[in-house]
């Protein structure tokens, strides 16, 4: 019976042995697992900083570009507005400079192209030869 007893404590030996290791290993697995849930727990938060940061620039962006397309909006309507007043015979500044590079004089511009005096005067003192 001796052997007996000795191969049993030698079996409950062999299973506190194998039981320790396992014990050791699982415990190094969770403590991976922490440590990598940690780190997952970091990244997300980083990665939620980066959308929140993303949204409000995009935010900002959509309010610049609704900016410059109401601006290029008024752009064409003082386009339209000044194509409008051109085609309803609004006086001709642009032959009355291109006139005055030429030559003429106030009178010639108020006669040939029914501008006022002053605006004759005004393209004159602009546009006339230095």
Request: hydrophobic content about 40%; proline content about 3%.
């Amino acid at each position: 019976m001796p052997a007996d007893t000795s191969l049993v404590w030698v079996v409950i030996l062999f299973l506190v042995v194998m039981v320790t290791i396992q014990w050791i290993v699982y415990l190094r697995l969770e403590s991976h697992r922490r440590e990598t849930r940690a780190q997952q727990k970091r990244d997300i938060e980083t990665l939620k900083q980066t959308v929140g940061a993303l949204c409000s620039s995009a935010v900002g962006v959509d309010k610049r570009v609704n900016k410059l397309e109401r601006h290029g909006r008024d752009l064409e309507e003082r386009q339209e507005f000044f194509e409008q007043q051109n085609q309803a015979g609004d006086p001709p500044y642009t032959d009355a400079i291109r006139m005055v590079q030429d030559g003429a004089g106030p009178e010639q511009l108020i006669s040939e192209l029914g501008i006022s005096r002053d605006a004759a005067d005004l393209i004159i003192m602009m546009h006339g030869i230095k």
